[in-house]
Nanobody
Framework: QVQLVESGGGLVQPGGSLRLSCAAS????????MGWYRQAPGKQRELVAS???????NYVDSVKGRFTISRDNAKNTVYLQMNSLKPEDTAVYYC???????????WGQGTQVTVSS
């Protein structure tokens, strides 16, 4: 059973920073892609950032230049560094892992990020 555990969420003021962590129960190299999604109340879940097992990152336009996704294979962990946070970044952030054959998606339980003054 694959376990994904997010941490690092919290309450920050606009312009602040947070770093989210997603720790997997095993090697993350076996996944084709890992990434971060977010969902605000009443909104559709959207892909924020992803990274392939070859290290290729991708970002939604609204976070480009502010967020950075990275991975540490030795620690089986994916990170999302979030800088210059805006109120519209407020959401529950979910870690996602996609199997190599694209047949299975795994999800973490989510971590709340609130950006407010």
């Amino acid at each position: 059973q694959v376990q994904l555990v997010e941490s690092g969420g919290g309450l920050v003021q606009p312009g602040g920073s947070l770093r989210l962590s997603c720790a997997a129960s095993g090697s993350i190299f076996r996944f084709y892609t890992m990434g971060w999604y977010r969902q605000a109340p009443g909104k559709q879940r959207e892909l924020v950032a992803s990274i392939t097992n070859s290290g290729m990152p991708n970002y939604v336009d609204s976070v480009k230049g502010r967020f950075t996704i990275s991975r540490d294979n030795a620690k089986n962990t994916v990170y999302l560094q979030m800088n210059s946070l805006k109120p519209e970044d407020t959401a529950v952030y979910y870690c996602n892992a996609q199997s190599q054959d694209l047949s299975i998606n795994y999800w973490g339980q989510g971590t709340q990020v609130t950006v407010s003054s």
